[in-house]
């Protein structure tokens, strides 16, 4: 029995209380992991666009050229490759860095993971897809014909983007 004076909480008290704040940190934490991933997807889909706007000013103030060689493959970092085209302008190439880090891409060699540039010159056409953070099955795919859409059912591998597109009649596009 308790004797009056004494105040305070039991032991059994205080550990429901640490276990109802355990519990309710797990899903506060929980849901702030899902809120970074769709962050970082948010963040890949604008620096593309932006990637997108850039490329179109290359293509204005290189004689309407993208300046492209036939070819998907992953895009280059840092200059590799030593070609001059819209993958090598730095403006561009640092814009697709960033959407590629946003997502799952780190360089490998030369190359960017989780991220492919495609290039068409008989078409003079381009696409870019990347990995997206919260599905290594999606990507999203920006491309020289305006689509800026999303790519799902992707290999989860690290050239799954380039499943995202397909060489048509129209040049190298997004699906």
């Not at 004797?3 to 305070?8: D, F, R």
């Not at 730095?90 to 780190?106: D, L």
């Not at 290594?136 to 790519?151: F, H, M, Q």
Request: with cysteine; aromatic share 6%; net charge neutral.
């Amino acid at each position: 029995m308790r004797n009056k004076s004494q105040t305070g909480f039991t032991l059994i008290e205080l550990l429901l209380v640490v276990a109802i704040i355990g519990m309710l940190s797990t899903i506060i934490l929980s849901s702030l992991g899902s809120s970074r991933s769709k962050s970082a997807d948010a963040l890949i889909q604008q620096e593309l666009r932006q990637a997108q706007s850039q490329a179109e000013l290359y293509y204005s103030s290189h004689s309407n050229s993208y300046g492209i060689t036939n070819s998907i493959n992953w895009c280059f970092a840092s200059g590799a490759g030593g070609l001059s085209t819209v993958f090598m302008d730095s403006t561009v190439e640092n814009i697709v860095q960033k959407a590629a880090f946003a997502g799952f891409g780190t360089i490998s060699g030369s190359r960017l993971t989780y991220t492919a540039c495609g290039s068409d010159s008989g078409t003079q056409s381009y696409a870019i897809a990347v990995t997206l953070k919260s599905s290594n099955t999606s990507a999203w795919c920006v491309d020289s014909s305006g689509k800026s859409k999303l790519e799902t059912g992707l290999p989860a591998t690290s050239v799954g983007a380039e499943s995202a597109m397909a060489l048509s009649a129209s040049g190298l596009l997004c699906k």
